[in-house]
């Protein structure tokens, strides 16, 4: 069951946060979902689940709305807001006044919280817990109906380094076993271990959709004092590439193209290297423009 999501738009009053977005999640991977906050990355899970109305265009599983899935627990499950649950139960308590709602055994609610971590401290309130532990609770919730599609928000903040290594098999766990997962987060470093698939959001729209590995693409380091020269020489090629001080980085261009280029040019080399390009670094060149809000840099 895929997830799709097709000319989305949404205004807040006067306010358009998404601008007719169109998107598509398979089975059998994980895609990200990052953009800087106000991009309307959450507000795209909350109209996928039926928490919000769009303006215009749709979003639905396998061809159907959320709100017309017949006991849409076995069909989705979603992490949103740790917020949600009620802090005066347990962590038993909780999962089982979901889990009794829709005929799901004891037994799997205890499967649950032994997956997540959890089944010592079952007996545990929820006001009692970290916000570590209340994440792998909120994705206990979404596992309850062993669904086909799992939407995260944000699952890894509060997770300490144990729980961002459990976390990450979980998502490897469930792309192999052909679910189809959508995870929205800021921490990239992580996001780009697990996820597949990286769409990404700003201005209301999507700046880029693509597998991991081609958005990453080739990177070269170069070192050279005729640094004015390959300036001019990466400009009338069109590559794209930073200044960095000591380095420059080249994307798109492996280093045998890069020392035949310096060469053909009599620009003097000190290092050539390959790099690999981050999910971080690509993301901050692609949401450059659409940044709503931006710190000013002062200086003492």
């Known amino acids: ?22 998107f598509t999640v398979k089975p059998g991977q994980v895609t990200g979902l990052v953009g800087p906050n106000g991009a309307g990355k959450t507000t795209i899970l909350r109209i996928l689940l039926a928490l919000e109305f769009p303006t215009a265009g749709n979003a639905d599983f396998g061809g ?3 709100a017309k899935l017949k006991d849409p627990i076995m069909h989705v499950g979603a992490a949103l807001d740790v917020d949600g649950m009620h802090p005066g139960l347990t962590a038993y308590g909780y999962l089982r006044s979901i889990a009794a709602a829709y ?11 032994e997956q ?3 089944r010592s401290a079952m007996q545990k309130r929820v006001e009692s817990f970290s916000l570590g532990m209340k994440q792998r609770l909120n994705i206990a919730g979404a596992m309850l109906g062993d669904p086909h599609v799992y939407i995260f928000d944000e699952s890894l903040n509060g997770l300490d380094v144990e729980g961002i290594t459990w976390f990450r098999r979980l998502m490897e766990n469930l792309s192999k076993d052909g679910k189809t997962v959508l995870v929205s987060s800021h921490q990239m470093s992580e996001l780009e271990l697990f996820a597949q698939r990286v769409i990404v959001i700003g201005g209301g729209r999507v700046l880029a959709d693509a597998m991991t590995s081609e958005l990453l693409g080739v990177v070269t380091s170069v070192m050279t004092p005729d640094s004015s020269k390959l300036t001019d020489v990466l400009t009338s090629h069109g590559y794209r590439f930073e ?31 390959a790099k ?25």
């Open 1 to 22: 069951m895929q997830i799709r999501v097709s000319g989305l738009r949404k205004n807040f009053g006067d306010k358009r946060v998404i601008s007719g977005i169109s």
């Open 64 to 66: 159907t709305a959320y």
């Open 103 to 113: 005929g799901i055994s004891r037994k799997r609610v205890l499967d649950v919280l």
């Open 116 to 118: 997540v971590g959890l």
């Open 243 to 273: 200044d960095v001080g000591q380095e420059f980085v080249v994307y798109g261009v492996s280093p045998s193209v890069m020392g035949e280029l310096a060469a053909l040019n009599g620009i003097i080399l000190h290092g050539l290297t």
């Open 276 to 300: 690999r390009s981050s999910l971080e670094n690509v993301y901050k060149r692609l949401v450059e423009n659409s940044l709503e809000f931006r710190a000013i840099e002062t200086s003492r």
